[in-house]
């Protein structure tokens, strides 16, 4: 089979089997131009109250020192818009140049001032013009555009404006703040985030207004992919390509949160989407920058390796015409999730089975049975016996070591190929070949086979020999620059030939830094994207995280975090929790802690845990509960969508939304 460059039709991207930048309109912002070839831009947003002066200019000043291009400051009234106007003055005097973006929700009239102060708004196409009532509404086509008039009479202004002013604009829709009329329309989907951008993005073109910068973000980052992607579709068919600001909402902190943002950001990068990145973590500003330079700066040379090819800048994507591919498979959609089909292998793996996860403790101490603990079974030598854990891995890879003590009996054991043949126990054990072993074999195990191949192997001749049974799964490994894609090629041609063979994605990282907490998060952010990308799209039964320099507890939480995030198998209590801004009631970053620990053992359940009253409840997407500020030392606690506590201390308000989760029979007493 030839490996041919694949484009979809209708296109969201250039390419699915090399990189290749999608190139989009150059937007000017103050003196940091965005789109177009210019490199990814980075940003954040600060969190503290827009009128205290002093505390927003140093706060951006850090920021920038940690490599903020475009600093976003909350503007809910008049009067923080106003003040916008010293903040800018301060920076400037103090030699900072950073161009500004005003943060509006539901208020055009501070949106209006900000306008004129900073060099670009950020809009909300949900709440600039209505107010959210959850209520469905069945418009009539006529009264549909009503409301549609009635916006843009609204919005005109700020355009006018915008245009007088050279200032930019960002639509920035948000799952979780849809409209209701766009909600009666088109539900809560990737489809509606869309469309309520591309009404404000058409109102802008009828006034020849063309400044624009596009964002589609969701805490969820299936959502946010599919809704991207559906996005450059939609912008490319009316002949538009303004730039993408990529963010995952709401994305938490710590290792979740790297996590989370990289799934959703990456996998977009993977596809060469993107020309700005915020990745938003319950955490100081400051700290948000360094985690999208890292996302980011893989890109760069991959990029080079373009440019090179195509002897220089590369042009834009406007008025392409859409491209077809004969090759990619029918059941395959970039904007919905489908699991590939495959089979179950003799209950080990496949079919309807959560993803596997595999580690490799070839290099471990196997003389001393503790050692699982880092896996995920805590052996505990009074009873000599294993408890597992939520996140205990299904599969260890052995090599060619043999342990000295028993494993548990559900922990399957992987051997390469030669010494497992010498085994003489072999119950819980499988044999991990090459192709060629495989091929060759003439002693297979009768429950599960593991063949380690590489994309390209499936055009081999061997590949043609494969004896084909529902033992058979294969480890699939890459050692090219863009991994992901040549992954997912091979997923393509499985497809094509129709194989439901089970598939573990196998990626092996290794990190030059010697600085430990450096390399722990390029592991979160590298493996999120790699694998995430791959199991956004619904492929892969398995993953298998290689990493010599990095301890087995964190590869084994880094894999189910991926899996976490992408959904693809629940271990732990998800948190979804806003990074905080102006608008912000308590110190969510304490909070947010303080709800983990006492939460983190509730498997499976989302807590959104948001700062104001005046988003939060939107924002907070598909949250089983919500602890939400509502006042100074008042939050509001929601059940679902609805408030069920309202305005109550903050002293009880952890103990009152146990109770709730208590009634509602979802809470179970922590182990000791
Ligand atoms: S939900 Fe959080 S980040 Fe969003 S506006 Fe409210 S306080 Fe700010």
Not at 210 to 238: C, D, F, G, H
Not at 595 to 613: A, P, Y
């Amino acid at each position: 089979m030839h490996t041919p460059t694949i484009l979809l039709p209708g296109r969201y991207c250039n390419s699915l089997t090399e990189y290749s930048r999608f190139v989009t309109r150059e937007v000017f912002i103050g003196d940091v131009p965005m789109g177009g070839n210019n490199p990814i831009r980075i940003q954040s947003m600060t969190t503290t109250d827009t009128m205290d002066t002093i505390g927003t200019v140093e706060q951006s000043i850090r920021m920038i020192n940690a490599g903020c291009e475009y600093v976003r400051i909350t503007a809910p009234s008049i009067k923080e818009a106003q003040n916008l106007a010293e903040i800018k003055k301060q920076l400037r005097q103090r030699g900072y140049t950073v161009p500004l973006v005003a943060d509006i929700h539901f208020t055009p009239n501070a949106a209006e001032v900000a306008a004129r102060i900073v060099e670009k708004v950020r809009v909300n196409p949900g709440n600039y013009a209505d107010k959210k009532k959850f209520d469905q509404i069945d418009y009539t086509d006529l009264q549909y555009q009503g409301e549609l008039e009635r916006i843009y009479q609204k919005f005109a202004p700020l355009v006018k404006i915008c245009k007088e002013y050279g200032t930019a604009m960002r639509i920035g829709t948000n799952h979780g703040s849809l409209s209701d009329r766009i909600m009666s329309r088109y539900g809560d989907t990737p489809q509606g985030m869309v469309e309520s951008a591309m009404e404000f993005m058409r109102m802008c073109e009828t006034l020849n207004y063309y400044n624009l910068v596009i964002s589609m973000k969701s805490s969820n980052p299936q959502v946010m992919v599919q809704a991207y992607r559906l996005l450059v579709e939609t912008m490319v068919a009316e002949g538009m390509n303004y730039p993408l600001h990529l963010g995952v909402t709401e994305a938490g902190d710590g290792e979740d949160g790297r996590i989370k943002s990289a799934v959703g950001i990456g996998t977009l990068l993977e596809d060469g989407l993107g020309d700005t990145v915020r990745v938003s973590l319950t955490e100081e500003p400051e700290a948000e920058a360094p985690v999208a330079i890292a996302l980011v700066n893989r890109y760069a040379e991959r990029l080079k390796a373009e440019r090179q090819k195509v002897k220089g800048d590369i042009k834009d994507n406007t008025n392409l015409s859409p491209l077809t591919f004969n090759l990619l498979p029918s059941s395959y959609s970039p904007y919905e999730y489908k699991k590939r089909h495959t089979y179950e292998a003799n209950a080990f793996i496949g079919g309807h089975m959560v993803p596997r996860v595999v580690v490799d403790l070839s290099e471990a101490n196997l003389k001393d049975a503790s050692v699982l603990n880092d896996a995920g079974y805590i052996y505990s030598p009074l009873l000599d016996k294993y408890n597992m854990a939520d996140q205990s891995v299904d599969f260890v890879f052995l090599g060619d070591e043999l342990p000295s003590f028993n494993l548990p009996a559900n922990l399957k054991q992987l051997y390469n190929y030669p010494t497992w043949q010498k085994l003489t126990h072999k119950v819980n054990c499988h044999p991990v070949f090459t192709l060629s072993e495989y091929v060759n074999a003439n002693d297979r195990s009768s429950a599960l086979n593991l063949v380690r191949l590489k994309p390209a192997d499936i055009d081999s001749e061997e590949f043609g020999l494969l004896p084909f049974s529902n033992s058979l799964v294969f480890v699939l490994e890459t050692d090219a620059l863009h991994g992901m894609a040549d992954q997912r090629l091979f997923f393509f041609k499985m497809e094509e030939l129709e194989l439901e063979v089970p598939v573990i994605i196998k990626r092996s990282y290794s990190f030059e830094t010697q600085d430990s907490e450096l390399k722990t998060q390029n592991l979160q952010l590298q493996a999120a994207t790699d694998l995430g990308a791959l199991l956004i799209d619904g492929f892969g039964d398995g993953i298998w995280i290689d990493v010599p320099s990095i301890d087995i507890k964190t590869i084994t939480s880094t894999a189910f975090g991926i899996l976490q995030a992408t959904r693809s198998r629940i271990s732990k209590t998800e948190y979804i929790s806003c990074p905080s801004c102006g608008r912000t009631l308590f110190d969510l970053m304490v909070t947010t802690q303080m709800i983990r620990s006492r939460t983190s053992h509730l498997k499976g359940l989302k807590i959104g845990i948001m700062g104001c009253i005046v988003n939060g409840p939107g924002e907070m997407a598909d949250a089983d509960y919500g602890y939400v500020g509502s006042g100074t030392d008042k939050i509001t606690l929601y059940r679902g969508k609805e408030a069920v506590k309202k305005n109550i201390s903050a002293a009880n308000a952890l103990d009152e939304l146990i109770g709730i989760i208590r009634e509602d029979g979802n809470w179970i007493e922590p182990s000791v």
